[in-house]
T-cell receptor, first 121, second 112 residues
């Protein structure tokens, strides 16, 4: 249990275009999803936290108009990088926590997706 | 404040050797978690610790939640080549809500 998928795994886009990344919890209901950004050889930086059905909470320094987050259902959250520029190139990782059908609870444990490598030319 | 200091930054060891890495903080944490990240992948949860003093094993991995709640260690015994990767500690400070803090990671290289 507790599988999180991300799509796409890699994306290359031109500067100025928008890119949408999907994060899905496959076998549990994710009441909270998190979006991280990771630069090479660095740790994960939390960008925003989203609870299903409400607006995302962004970390200081993260532009909400630049990184649009939608968590419309208990199994899907999307991150849209709008008007992407080369400096937005990074590894974006989502994580989720919630409850499974067997009563499994991951309130304190986050399960991560495989990540999306974004390259903006 | 609630930063996690993880050490060492990197380790180069011979296959079969034991490994130890740790995380410390100047303030207390309610939970400690250890993740492993392979290149180009998301982190995978190895061990979660919930109580001060708790010692938990997962195969060749053992982790402990420090008595002071300000530190945790992860040991890997009899390392094998597939142990290569980056190991992150993470934890929830009190009253942090959703927030989980991450250490900077320990990059492990195992020579066959």
């Amino acid at each position: 249990g507790a599988v999180v998928s991300q799509h796409p795994s890699r994306v290359i886009c031109k500067s100025g275009t928008s890119v949408k990344i999907e994060c899905r919890s496959l076998d549990f209901q994710a009441t909270t999803m998190f979006w991280y950004r990771q630069f090479p050889k660095q740790s994960l930086m939390l960008m925003a936290t989203s609870n299903e059905g409400s607006k995302a909470t962004y970390e200081q320094g993260v532009e909400k108009d630049k990184f649009l987050i939608n968590h419309a259902s208990l199994t899907l959250s999307t991150l849209t990088v709008t008007s992407a520029h080369p400096e937005d190139s990074s590894f974006y990782i989502c994580s989720a926590r919630g409850w499974g059908t067997s009563g499994f609870s991951s309130y304190n444990e986050q399960f991560f997706g495989p990540g999306t490598r974004l390259t903006v030319l | 404040g609630q930063q996690l200091n993880q050490s060492p930054q990197s380790m180069f060891i011979q296959e079969g050797e034991d490994v130890s890495m740790n995380c410390t903080s100047s303030s207390i944490f309610n939970t400690w978690l250890w993740y492993k990240q392979d290149p180009g992948e998301g982190p995978v949860l190895l061990i979660a610790l919930y109580k001060a003093g708790e010692l938990t094993s997962n195969g060749r991995l053992t982790a402990q939640f420090g008595i002071t709640r300000k530190d945790s260690f992860l040991n890997i015994s009899a390392s094998i080549p597939s142990d290569v990767g980056i190991y992150f500690c993470a934890g929830h400070p009190p009253l942090a809500g959703n927030d989980m803090r991450f250490g900077a990671g320990t990059r492990l290289t195992v020579k066959p």
